[in-house]
């Protein structure tokens, strides 16, 4: 239901000029592809240009190691940053990834049309959380090098320019990044173990 949530309410709060331009590509793995697809196509009428789709397979099993190497278990086919612009038609220049719980209250061309000034993606800020909730702004890291605690980003509603994707090798830069923070958390928790562990002087 969500899903049908977000295609509906999409529909819904398009601009006439919008609807044709839309595109709904749902990202699903194989196995669960014609049941979904005869579920939507029940639902929508054929104008509504839906495609399900996911990456080729080989692909992904190229991507399996590649995640494992750098500490993360879970299936590839749950990081769709990583391989999104293979799933995706050449002809497609922008997209914006929804989560499937989405629930779309404007024209969504408002924020596909956001100017990304060359860079390969944007994120949308969420007020409902903060950044000073996230981070202590009065830790010396902080001082003096951001400004004050503002919105947080909401990590699932994201704009890509797939063809700078592409470009930029994002998705290496993201799997480099997920691999330091996984080093980094690794470290911090070795560092309390042996601080548990160490001997206690007295004097």
Do not use: M
């Amino acid at each position: 239901y969500g899903l049908v949530a977000a295609i509906n309410s999409t529909l819904a709060h398009a601009a006439a000029a919008t609807l044709p331009r839309l595109r709904f590509h749902v990202l699903a793995p194989p196995s669960e592809q014609p049941a979904l697809a005869r579920k939507l196509a029940r639902i929508f009428p054929a104008e509504v240009r839906l495609a399900i789709t996911s990456p080729p397979s080989d692909k992904l099993a190229k991507l399996a190691p590649k995640l494992g190497a750098v500490g993360v278990q879970t299936a590839p086919f749950e990081w769709p940053l990583l391989w999104l612009h293979l799933a995706l038609p050449a002809d497609v220049r922008r997209v914006v990834l929804l989560p499937t719980d989405a629930v779309v209250r404007t024209d969504l061309q408002e924020l596909a049309s956001a100017a990304l000034h060359g860079k390969a993606g944007a994120a949308f800020e969420d007020c409902s959380v903060t950044f000073d909730a996230l981070f202590n702004y009065r830790h010396p890291l902080f001082r003096d090098r951001h400004g004050r605690p503002s919105c947080s980003l909401d990590s699932e509603l994201l704009l890509l320019d797939v063809k700078e994707w592409r470009k930029e090798e994002a998705p290496k830069q993201l799997l480099e990044l997920v691999g330091f923070q996984r080093r980094g958390a690794r470290r911090g928790r070795s560092s309390q173990s042996n601080s548990r562990h160490a001997p206690r002087t007295h004097t």
